[in-house]
């Protein structure tokens, strides 16, 4: 929540939303606050408002009319003259007074991608849960950032799921959840989770249940371009949102890319909550259990992809918690 005081008088208390995260629509990242109904005054702060200014040109309507009675282009340009006494999209480069016209970026439509044969997943961290960790959808992308088609036999993790569990049977929290084609949702019935496994300290580099939660994509011997992911993190509801995944490894073949920060599900379906992890935009700092504290100081990063253990049906893990 957000509190604005005048002269020590609230004027304001609420929440403001959730800035998208692109630079594609940077009106999607302002939020309007009013400390008044007056209408004159609404008036008079919409007449000295610079922000339509920096919409798109298709994106003003009557607003794109003022500023070429102005003489000012529009900060976007977009294609050709509009006959609006805008130059055209080559005379753009510069606005009349000289300045550099700028404008956001759209989205991308491809990247660099890297080709391998598995990816693996080390998790770190949840958003506060001590005993579970889940994802509600996972899409790989390609070289093209389209989601590359992918079958449960591509899919394999440590600890498998909930079912691994002493006196838990038939739970539907299974690892193909990941893969069944519903991602903005808060039924958990399509959702994986699994038991937490906290990153220990580790003599054997090769030990890799002490290395916490695994989880691998295998494509066999036909080798993909991975260039990111799209994840849904654990969205069951607001107070379960705690055991989504909060930073993670990502491994190529055996050759370590980044850590990366996965967001907070918001327990919700009022808007999609995917996450787009490009893995040529590594975090700009640095970010993994070496940030967490002293203690998880000690876990440091392994250089190649741990191992998954075998594990024997039969053998289960015992319960921490109901």
Same mark, same amino acid.
């Given at each position: 929540?957000?509190?604005?005081?005048?002269?020590?008088?609230?004027?304001?208390?609420?929440?403001?939303?959730?800035?998208?995260?692109?630079?594609?629509?940077?009106?999607?990242?302002?939020?309007?606050?009013?400390?008044?109904?007056?209408?004159?005054?609404?008036?008079?702060?919409?007449?000295?408002?610079?922000?339509?200014?920096?919409?798109?040109?298709?994106?003003?309507?009557?607003? $794109?009319?003022?500023?070429?009675?102005?003489?000012?282009?529009?900060?976007?340009?977009?294609?050709?003259?509009?006959?609006?006494?805008?130059?055209?999209?080559?005379?753009?480069?510069?606005?009349?007074? /000289?300045?550099?016209?700028?404008?956001?970026?759209?989205?991308?439509?491809?990247?660099?991608?890297?080709?391998?044969?598995?990816?693996?997943?080390?998790?770190?961290?949840?958003?506060?849960?001590? !005993?579970?960790?889940?994802? %509600?959808?996972?899409?790989?992308?390609?070289?093209?950032?389209? @989601?590359?088609?992918?079958?449960?036999?591509?899919?394999?993790?440590?600890?498998?799921?909930?079912?691994?569990?002493? /006196?838990?049977?038939?739970?539907?929290? %299974?690892?193909?959840?990941?893969?069944?084609?519903?991602?903005?949702?808060?039924?958990?019935?399509?959702?994986?989770?699994? @038991?937490?496994?906290?990153?220990?300290?580790?003599?054997?580099?090769?030990?890799?249940?002490?290395?916490?939660?695994?989880?691998?994509?295998? !494509?066999?011997?036909?080798?993909?371009?991975?260039?990111?992911?799209?994840?849904?993190?654990?969205?069951?509801?607001?107070?379960?949102?705690?055991?989504?995944?909060?930073? !993670?490894?990502?491994?190529?073949?055996?050759?370590?890319?980044?850590?990366?920060?996965?967001?907070?599900? @918001?327990?919700?379906?009022?808007?999609?909550?995917?996450?787009?992890?490009?893995?040529?935009?590594? @975090?700009?700092?640095?970010?993994?259990?070496?940030? $967490?504290?002293?203690?998880?100081?000690?876990?440091?990063?392994?250089?190649?992809?741990?191992?998954?253990?075998?594990?024997?049906?039969?053998?289960?893990?015992?319960?921490?918690?109901?």
């Amino acid at each position: 929540d957000l509190e604005i005081l005048l002269d020590g008088t609230p004027v304001f208390v609420g929440e403001i939303r959730r800035a998208p995260g692109v630079l594609a629509c940077p009106e999607e990242a302002c939020e309007h606050i009013l400390f008044t109904q007056n209408e004159s005054v609404l008036l008079a702060i919409e007449e000295h408002d610079w922000l339509p200014s920096h919409f798109p040109v298709e994106d003003l309507g009557p607003a $794109a009319t003022s500023l070429a009675a102005n003489n000012r282009p529009p900060t976007a340009g977009f294609g050709p003259s509009l006959d609006l006494g805008v130059a055209s999209e080559e005379d753009l480069a510069c606005g009349i007074d /000289g300045r550099p016209l700028t404008r956001a970026r759209s989205c991308r439509t491809s990247t660099t991608g890297t080709v391998c044969e598995s990816i693996t997943l080390v998790i770190h961290s949840t958003w506060g849960d001590q !005993f579970y960790v889940g994802l %509600t959808a996972l899409e790989l992308l390609d070289g093209s950032l389209l @989601p590359i088609p992918l079958t449960s036999a591509h899919l394999d993790a440590w600890p498998r799921d909930v079912n691994e569990l002493e /006196g838990v049977d038939h739970d539907p929290r %299974t690892l193909e959840k990941l893969l069944d084609g519903v991602s903005c949702t808060d039924d958990d019935r399509h959702m994986w989770l699994t @038991p937490f496994v906290k990153p220990q300290p580790l003599q054997d580099s090769n030990e890799a249940a002490a290395w916490g939660n695994l989880l691998r994509i295998n !494509f066999g011997e036909e080798r993909q371009t991975v260039a990111g992911f799209n994840l849904w993190n654990y969205n069951k509801n607001v107070e379960d949102t705690c055991r989504g995944v909060k930073e !993670f490894s990502v491994y190529c073949d055996e050759r370590f890319i980044a850590t990366f920060l996965c967001r907070k599900a @918001p327990g919700h379906v009022r808007f999609d909550f995917k996450q787009v992890v490009l893995l040529d935009q590594p @975090p700009a700092r640095a970010v993994g259990p070496r940030s $967490a504290g002293a203690a998880s100081a000690q876990c440091a990063t392994p250089s190649s992809a741990p191992r998954l253990p075998s594990r024997p049906r039969e053998r289960r893990m015992s319960t921490s918690r109901s």
